[in-house]
């Protein structure tokens, strides 16, 4: 075979003065992807990555084993408008979900089926919501990965055109008036109108009429905000209450507003302030009961639902309904009110250290009158009820052996039972479950799933250490097909659930955020040190795996700890965080990071990026980036740039630890197709098991 050589990237002595601080950028011109000499770097490593992934034998095992349990498919909870339901299912020979529609007992028909409107798996459905009384159905679909979602109505019994296209509506909220006549929803200002660079930004809420051109639509809201703001609106069911919230980037410091349309302007709603200015969560909706119900982490870091009256929504007014658990999170909530209950019925979700559970509640007092029977230790998905109300609700669920499921419970009997089972057939490896807690450098604890063979090991076993650790995102169980192929092949796959996630509610966000996120990249080589000690893994069979910002953490770790790891995968990843606000929708994250702008923030940035922290002569992982063309969050830049720091920073042999750029054309930050998931994760998978011994029959 013909030796590996990384190709040539010129180093750059350009330094710059931020604040004081002298920082290089020496691979500052790979930013640049219409640049000559960025397209003929990516193509050399296109080619090196082809010559040096063609020795990775177990490419076509992986691929096999995944289309295999991916073959479970998929079923989603069902949205009920009278005997009318909408879900989505997808079966092990579709390439994306499709969107259903079914009368009472009656046949079942298509409404949305992305790969009916494109044989090359490229368009994705993005989001969907019927009108009130299902009569017409606003759906989004984008195309190759880009995310930038155009918005249709159509007529669900004829399946008609009714309006649209909207451009610039990237999954935007829809409001339905109750007479499906209109709706409020969020539109980007075109890209005439705002500054350079700045495309992305710039939302509005606006009231559109059915037949009405787009450009009469009525601006509501958004005028005067902040560019980096997103805005929720929503409507009661009885059309009475118009509830709007902002927040800005991605934090969850929200802003909220309810308007009383009852006087008929539902151009100029007056809106009352509920919540401005308070830096915490709030989500609400007006039940049918008449109450406000607020789901908010304000003085209650895990949650808790409060109740008021919409019509004098003050803090001071607001009664706690469901009070913060010490050891849960409130996750979700369904009303349940139909004929033939004793009392009406408030169901409620929890996590308990990431794993669901579900209480039955007094809907009056909030007492609990009961523990709901859960299949597992899993994953619960949203709680959803019957718009005018019942004494039914369904629920998705998932854990590490369970393809996607939903289940429906029922108040009359106390009973859940399943609803909808995931279509396909499957073979499931053999394997233990096991949550464990380990100690973070600075001793708190920290809890991680761990997958692995059921047999007993014979030794340290080859082992990929997955986390993500931001922007409130829990990693809890689930079915992962990507997971099931590595142990079925005899390794080890291991879920931390870092600080800066909400596992354990908004605390352990904050503790892993802006001058906090070191605490991070301390758990997850914590987690990694654990696998270590107790025998699962060695550090010549460890690995870590991330993508978007936990390809960050990836960075971090392989940048910061390469002792620990024998090789790593970094997907769509954020890297050089000086710059990151200059690129993407950067500047949605400076709430989670912190903004090179500041001088004390530069200097956590500075502190873990980890394109500016690669030290020469450094015996660096293997390490496989993987990028793609059409991701419109995170620009491939960030990987193009560690990448040749990495490759000319490394002490380590090119054939032993190579530091590789997977690039991909369109397909995005997001969904993709099944068959393009099976390329990705396979190539993935066979990297790693190459570099950490792990054979494959």
């Given at each position: 075979?013909?030796?590996?050589?990384?190709?040539?990237?010129?180093?750059?002595?350009?330094?710059?003065?931020?604040?004081?601080?002298?920082?290089?950028?020496?691979?500052?011109?790979?930013?640049?992807?219409?640049?000559?000499?960025?397209?003929?770097?990516?193509?050399?490593?296109?080619?090196?990555?082809?010559?040096?992934?063609?020795?990775?034998?177990?490419?076509?095992?992986?691929?096999?084993?995944?289309?295999?349990?991916?073959?479970?498919?998929?079923?989603?909870?069902?949205?009920?408008?009278?005997?009318?339901?909408?879900?989505?299912?997808?079966?092990?020979?579709?390439?994306?979900?499709?969107?259903?529609?079914?009368?009472?007992?009656?046949?079942?028909?298509?409404?949305?089926?992305?790969?009916?409107?494109?044989?090359?798996?490229?368009?994705?459905?993005?989001?969907?919501?019927?009108?009130?009384?299902?009569?017409?159905?606003?759906?989004?679909?984008?195309?190759?990965?880009?995310?930038?979602?155009?918005?249709?109505?159509?007529?669900?019994?004829?399946?008609?055109?009714?309006?649209?296209?909207?451009?610039?509506?990237?999954?935007?909220?829809?409001?339905?008036?109750?007479?499906?006549?209109?709706?409020?929803?969020?539109?980007?200002l075109p890209r005439e109108e705002v500054p350079e660079g700045e495309?992305?930004?710039?939302?509005?809420?606006?009231?559109?009429?059915?037949?009405?051109?787009?450009?009469?639509?009525?601006?509501?809201?958004?005028?005067?905000?902040?560019?980096?703001?997103?805005?929720?609106?929503?409507?009661?069911?009885?059309?009475?209450?118009?509830?709007?919230?902002?927040?800005?980037g991605t934090s969850s410091a929200t802003d909220m507003w309810i308007?009383?349309?009852?006087?008929?302007?539902?151009?100029?709603?007056?809106?009352?302030?509920?919540?401005?200015?308070?830096?915490?969560?709030?989500?609400?909706?007006?039940?049918?009961?008449?109450?406000?119900?607020?789901?908010?982490?304000?003085?209650?870091?895990?949650?808790?639902?409060?109740?008021?009256?919409?019509?004098?929504?003050?803090?001071?007014?607001?009664?706690?309904?469901?009070?913060?658990?010490?050891?849960?999170?409130?996750?979700?909530?369904?009303?349940?009110?139909?004929?033939?209950?004793?009392?009406?019925?408030?169901?409620?979700?929890?996590?308990?250290?990431?794993?669901?559970?579900?209480?039955?509640?007094?809907?009056?007092?909030?007492?609990?009158?009961?523990?709901?029977?859960?299949?597992?230790?899993?994953?619960?998905?949203?709680?959803?009820?019957?718009?005018?109300?019942?004494?039914?609700?369904?629920?998705?669920?998932?854990?590490?052996?369970?393809?996607?499921?939903?289940?429906?419970?029922?108040?009359?009997?106390?009973?859940?039972?399943?609803?909808?089972?995931?279509?396909?057939?499957?073979?499931?490896?053999?394997?233990?479950?096991?949550?464990?807690?380990?100690?973070?450098?600075?001793?708190?604890?920290?809890?991680?799933?761990?997958?692995?063979?059921?047999?007993?090991?014979?030794?340290?076993?080859?082992?990929?250490?997955?986390?993500?650790?931001?922007?409130?995102?829990?990693?809890?169980?689930?079915?992962?097909?990507?997971?099931?192929?590595?142990?079925?092949?005899?390794?080890?796959?291991?879920?931390?659930?870092?600080?800066?996630?909400?596992?354990?509610?908004?605390?352990?966000?904050?503790?892993?955020?802006?001058?906090?996120?070191?605490?991070?990249?301390?758990?997850?080589?914590?987690?990694?040190?654990?696998?270590?000690?107790?025998?699962?893994?060695?550090?010549?069979?460890?690995?870590?795996?991330?993508?978007?910002?936990?390809?960050?953490?990836?960075?971090?770790?392989?940048?910061?700890?390469?002792?620990?790891?024998?090789?790593?995968?970094?997907?769509?990843?954020?890297?050089?965080?000086?710059?990151?606000?200059?690129?993407?929708?950067?500047?949605?994250?400076?709430?989670?990071?912190?903004?090179?702008?500041?001088?004390?923030?530069?200097?956590?940035?500075?502190?873990?990026?980890?394109?500016?922290?690669?030290?020469?002569?450094?015996?660096?992982?293997?390490?496989?980036?993987?990028?793609?063309?059409?991701?419109?969050?995170?620009?491939?830049?960030?990987?193009?740039?560690?990448?040749?720091?990495?490759?000319?920073?490394?002490?380590?042999?090119?054939?032993?630890?190579?530091?590789?750029?997977?690039?991909?054309?369109?397909?995005?930050?997001?969904?993709?197709?099944?068959?393009?998931?099976?390329?990705?994760?396979?190539?993935?998978?066979?990297?790693?098991?190459?570099?950490?011994?792990?054979?494959?029959?």
């Amino acid at each position: 075979m013909r030796e590996l050589r990384y190709p040539r990237a010129e180093r750059l002595h350009l330094i710059e003065n931020l604040h004081g601080r002298e920082v290089g950028d020496p691979y500052r011109w790979l930013e640049d992807d219409e640049s000559t000499a960025t397209k003929e770097w990516a193509a050399a490593q296109d080619t090196l990555y082809a010559e040096a992934s063609g020795r990775y034998t177990a490419r076509d095992w992986f691929a096999g084993e995944l289309r295999s349990l991916l073959g479970a498919g998929a079923v989603g909870s069902p949205v009920w408008r009278g005997d009318r339901r909408f879900f989505v299912r997808r079966t092990a020979d579709q390439e994306h979900a499709v969107l259903y529609v079914r009368d009472g007992d009656g046949p079942e028909r298509v409404l949305v089926d992305p790969g009916a409107l494109d044989p090359g798996g490229l368009t994705t459905l993005d989001a969907w919501k019927p009108g009130p009384d299902g009569r017409l159905l606003a759906y989004q679909l984008s195309e190759g990965g880009d995310e930038e979602s155009v918005l249709r109505i159509v007529d669900v019994d004829s399946g008609d055109l009714v309006d649209g296209p909207v451009e610039r509506a990237r999954y935007s909220p829809i409001a339905w008036l109750p007479d499906s006549s209109a709706f409020y929803y969020v539109r980007r200002l075109p890209r005439e109108e705002v500054p350079e660079g700045e495309e992305g930004y710039h939302r509005r809420v606006y009231l559109h009429r059915l037949g009405r051109p787009v450009a009469e639509d009525v601006l509501i809201f958004g005028a005067d905000r902040d560019k980096t703001e997103y805005f929720s609106p929503s409507v009661s069911r009885d059309g009475r209450w118009l509830i709007l919230l902002a927040v800005r980037g991605t934090s969850s410091a929200t802003d909220m507003w309810i308007a009383d349309l009852s006087d008929g302007d539902l151009e100029r709603p007056r809106l009352v302030p509920v919540q401005e200015n308070v830096d915490a969560g709030l989500s609400a909706h007006v039940g049918r009961d008449g109450r406000l119900y607020l789901y908010t982490d304000r003085d209650a870091p895990r949650g808790r639902l409060c109740v008021t009256d919409p019509a004098d929504p003050r803090y001071e007014n607001w009664t706690t309904l469901v009070p913060e658990e010490p050891e849960a999170v409130l996750e979700d909530y369904a009303l349940l009110d139909g004929p033939g209950l004793e009392r009406p019925e408030l169901l409620v979700s929890h996590s308990r250290h990431a794993i669901s559970e579900v209480t039955q509640r007094d809907l009056l007092t909030g007492e609990i009158l009961g523990v709901v029977d859960m299949p597992g230790l899993g994953t619960v998905g949203a709680l959803s009820e019957r718009p005018e109300g019942g004494h039914e609700a369904w629920f998705g669920y998932t854990d590490n052996t369970h393809p996607s499921s939903v289940y429906r419970y029922d108040a009359l009997t106390g009973r859940v039972s399943v609803w909808a089972d995931a279509p396909g057939g499957i073979d499931l490896p053999d394997v233990k479950v096991e949550q464990v807690t380990y100690t973070s450098g600075d001793g708190t604890p920290v809890r991680m799933l761990v997958v692995s063979p059921a047999a007993p090991a014979q030794g340290p076993r080859p082992t990929i250490l997955y986390g993500y650790g931001g922007f409130r995102i829990s990693l809890t169980p689930a079915y992962s097909a990507v997971a099931l192929s590595w142990v079925r092949a005899g390794g080890v796959y291991a879920v931390a659930n870092l600080r800066g996630g909400l596992e354990e509610g908004e605390e352990w966000h904050r503790s892993g955020m802006l001058a906090h996120k070191q605490n991070v990249f301390d758990d997850c080589a914590a987690a990694a040190e654990h696998l270590v000690a107790t025998g699962v893994t060695a550090p010549d069979r460890l690995s870590v795996m991330g993508g978007s910002n936990g390809g960050l953490l990836v960075g971090a770790m392989v940048t910061q700890r390469p002792d620990l790891f024998a090789a790593a995968v970094c997907s769509a990843p954020l890297l050089d965080m000086v710059r990151y606000e200059r690129f993407g929708l950067g500047q949605l994250w400076n709430v989670e990071y912190g903004s090179a702008d500041d001088p004390e923030q530069l200097g956590w940035l500075l502190g873990y990026s980890p394109y500016h922290n690669v030290r020469e002569d450094t015996r660096y992982p293997a390490t496989l980036f993987t990028v793609f063309d059409n991701d419109t969050r995170v620009d491939p830049l960030h990987a193009r740039k560690l990448c040749a720091a990495m490759q000319e920073a490394t002490s380590a042999p090119v054939e032993e630890r190579p530091v590789l750029l997977r690039r991909e054309a369109e397909v995005g930050h997001s969904a993709r197709s099944v068959s393009r998931s099976v390329s990705l994760n396979s190539e993935q998978l066979a990297f790693l098991a190459h570099h950490l011994g792990l054979s494959v029959e």
